[in-house]
Nanobody, 122 residues
Framework: QVQLVESGGGLVQAGGSLRLSCTASGRSFDRNTMGWFRQAPGKERNFVGS??????SYADSVKGRFLISRDNSKNMVYLQMNSLKPEDTAVYYCAANIRNTNYKSPLAYNYWGRGTQVTVSS
């Protein structure tokens, strides 16, 4: 059974940092795109960033502040979030895209975690 589990969320003040982790089990995603999405209350689930091999892509709203990395030996993906803003408050989801296409669209992802809450206070 494939599972993605996020961890590392919490409450942080504006300007602070958090590091989210995503642990995959049940299969390897070494050759697949791993993405991070977020969803604020009443809003759509939006692309945050993705990593395919060593290639990364980010939403404009987080570019320069967030960094995605992966450790294939541990089947883990990370989202380092710096200079956090109140508008970054959301539930953050890790997802796997086994076709490595349309990486900015949540519809292209096959497996999802349950999410972890990130709250940034002003």
């Amino acid at each position: 059974q494939v599972q993605l589990v996020e961890s590392g969320g919490g409450l942080v003040q504006a300007g602070g940092s958090l590091r989210l982790s995503c642990t995959a089990s049940g299969r390897s995603f070494d050759r697949n795109t791993m993405g991070w999405f977020r969803q604020a209350p009443g809003k759509e689930r939006n692309f945050v960033g993705s990593i395919t091999g060593t290639y990364t892509s980010y939403a404009d709203s987080v570019k320069g502040r967030f960094l995605i990395s992966r450790d294939n030996s541990k089947n883990m993906v990370y989202l380092q979030m710096n200079s956090l803003k109140p508008e970054d408050t959301a539930v953050y989801y890790c997802a796997a895209n086994i076709r490595n296409t349309n990486y900015k669209s949540p519809l292209a992802y096959n497996y999802w975690g349950r999410g972890t809450q990130v709250t940034v206070s002003s």
